[in-house]
């Protein structure tokens, strides 16, 4: 798996990419 939002966010880790989406998506409603 190689999902361009880690590029964006410059995490290695997967987890924390999938945490920040969450956060973004919580935000945005």
């Given at each position: 798996m190689g999902s361009?939002?880690?590029d964006?966010?410059?995490i290695p880790f997967?987890?924390?990419s999938?945490?920040?989406l969450?956060?973004?998506n919580?935000?945005?409603q």
């Open positions: 361009p939002e880690d964006l966010i410059g997967p987890d924390h999938s945490e920040l969450s956060c973004l919580e935000q945005r």
